[in-house]
């Protein structure tokens, strides 16, 4: 059974920090590094919506408009784990936010991903 778990999550106040963190698991998991690993993110009464994804290596990522410069996906394969820094926050990214785990090299689609974690909570208060 795969597992995607996230962590890092919280309220946090406007033009604040926090970095989420993804750690996965399970045996029929294959090596954590054959994954593409992206970030999601869905607010209330809203659409699921792509933040950023990152290759297996980690040498190449995507970030989506509107978090580019604020945000940065990585990786460390060593300890089976992605992050999502998220700086200058503010209250539009408030949302529920997933990690999910692409056999894609990386894509920017939702339905390309096999695995999600539960999500996690990050509210910004203005």
């Known amino acids: 059974q795969v597992q995607l778990v996230e962590s890092g999550g919280g309220l946090v106040q406007a033009g604040g920090s926090l970095r989420l963190s993804c750690t996965t698991s399970?045996?029929?998991?294959?090596?954590?590094?054959?994954?593409?690993m992206g970030w999601f993110r869905q607010a209330p009464g809203k659409a699921r919506e792509f933040v950023a994804a990152i290759t297996g290596s980690g040498g190449n990522s995507v970030h989506a408009d509107s978090v580019k410069g604020r945000f940065t996906i990585s990786r460390d394969n060593a300890k089976n784990t992605v992050y999502l820094q998220m700086n200058s926050l503010n209250p539009e990214d408030t949302a529920v936010y997933y990690c999910?785990?692409?056999?894609?090299?990386?894509?920017?689609?939702?339905?390309?991903?096999?695995?999600w974690g539960q999500g996690i909570q990050v509210t910004v208060s203005s």
């Open positions: 399970g045996r029929t998991f294959r090596t954590f590094s054959s994954y593409g």
């Open positions: 999910a785990a692409s056999e894609a090299v990386y894509t920017v689609r939702s339905s390309d991903y096999s695995y």
